[in-house]
């Protein structure tokens, strides 16, 4: 089942029953009566409702949703709870849970007013949060990895996905680790909600989580959007699924795409003589096939190189490292035991990945704050970075 449209049906579904409620009185009201409606409302929020009704009527969303926002002020708390039902459908969680921190902060609105599960569904934590608890693999820990969500649809998704990796029969044989999750307010995370474009957020906020934190790679489960991974991070959509999770994992392990790139990725990746775990990039079929043998200890009869399109944009041509479609290449196909035998051999040597305090020193270097880029700087040359070594030599 494609669990974007389940969730998108289950939230139409609940809101068709919500606006049917709430429509049931509604009728069209002469100027007169409009009038003097209007001049109640000021102060009673009876009247304030039955005028966010006569809008939905007639689709005024925006005037509805003033007149809730109106009956929710003068203490009416069911009138609070359609306020922001409509608000999520008409402009997205985040720019609902906006609004609500300034009625509070601003002290418009009672924190009584609103359920710890109401403010939990936005992302606007309280005090110390429930986490869920972190995975430490047997083996120990080749690579340890930070959960971070912002709303209680990323904390759920999370929990779901660490069970799942537990219990994926190749996933499981990895010696990775992640920590206890950690939970930010969506207003400082501030995740994109497009399901249409590429997942974003405002990483800046997770600046002290890294900077006292004992991890390599953050996984950031919020908003909605294309996954991703850059940096050091590694961006799900809060509905992700594991198989999601598993593909953009391999690119923490240095594995391509093996569908087109866009342009920009493949003028940057798509290098002659170029290999990744699976992946040569070159002029012919044959050529640099021996060295990418001796880096990964494999022999000629462990792969089969087979064309795709990753360099498409490019005069080059890519080749896999197997005949079979795999996750790589569409990620809720399986991975192929060979992919699966160089993320181990890959685990074996974490240092050679880059981690997300490098990434967090280059953004302390562009506001020029040399003290937090030595921080992070020198977090990374402990983990084994060598760009970050090399950084801080003298």
Not at 48 to 68: F, I, K, N, P, V
Not at 211 to 217: I, P, Y
Not at 274 to 303: M, R
Request: net charge negative; aromatic share 8%.
């Amino acid at each position: 089942m494609n669990l974007k449209w389940f969730v998108s049906t289950r939230i139409k579904s609940q809101l068709a029953g919500f606006f049917a409620f709430i429509l049931l009185s509604a009728c069209q009201p002469t100027p007169d009566s409009e009038a003097v409606l209007m001049q109640q409302a000021q102060t009673d929020a009876g009247a304030a409702m039955t005028l966010a009704r006569q809008r939905l009527a007639s689709a005024e969303y925006d005037a509805a949703l003033h007149w809730m926002r109106q009956a929710a002020h003068l203490g009416d708390s069911q009138a609070l709870q359609h306020a922001l039902q409509l608000q999520q459908r008409q402009q997205g969680r985040l720019a609902t849970a906006q609004w609500l921190q300034q009625q509070l902060d601003s002290n418009t609105m009672a924190v009584s007013a609103v359920s710890a599960a109401q403010r939990a569904e936005l992302g606007l934590w309280q005090g110390n949060n429930a986490s869920s608890a972190g995975y430490q693999h047997p083996q120990g820990c080749q690579l340890t990895l930070q959960p971070v969500a912002s709303q209680q649809a990323g904390v759920d998704t999370w929990q779901q996905l660490l069970q799942q990796w537990q219990n994926d029969a190749q996933l499981s044989q990895l010696a990775v680790c992640f920590l206890p999750l950690h939970t930010i307010n969506s207003t400082s995370l501030q995740c994109s909600e497009d399901s249409n474009s590429l997942l974003q957020c405002r990483y800046q906020a997770l600046e002290q989580l890294v900077a006292n934190g004992d991890f390599s790679q953050l996984v950031v489960v919020a908003g909605r959007g294309k996954a991703s991974y850059n940096n050091g991070i590694l961006q799900l959509p809060d509905n992700a699924s594991l198989a999601l999770l598993r593909h953009e994992f391999m690119h923490i392990l240095g594995f391509i795409d093996e569908y087109q790139l866009p342009e920009a990725t493949a003028q940057q990746l798509c290098r002659s003589g170029k290999f990744y775990p699976n992946i040569i990039v070159t002029e012919s079929a044959n050529a640099d096939v021996s060295a990418y043998l001796q880096q990964w200890q494999l022999g000629a009869e462990d792969i089969t190189l087979t064309a795709v399109e990753s360099c498409k944009h490019t005069p080059l041509q890519a080749y896999r490292m197997v005949a079979e479609s795999n996750l790589m290449r569409s990620f809720e196909l399986q991975m192929p035991p060979l992919y699966f035998q160089l993320a181990q051999q890959i685990l074996k040597q974490p240092q050679e990945l880059m981690p997300v305090q490098y990434y967090f020193a280059y953004l302390a270097r562009q506001q020029q704050n040399w003290q937090r880029w030595q921080h992070y700087m020198q977090q990374a040359s402990e983990l084994g970075y060598s760009e970050a070594q090399q950084a801080l030599a003298p």
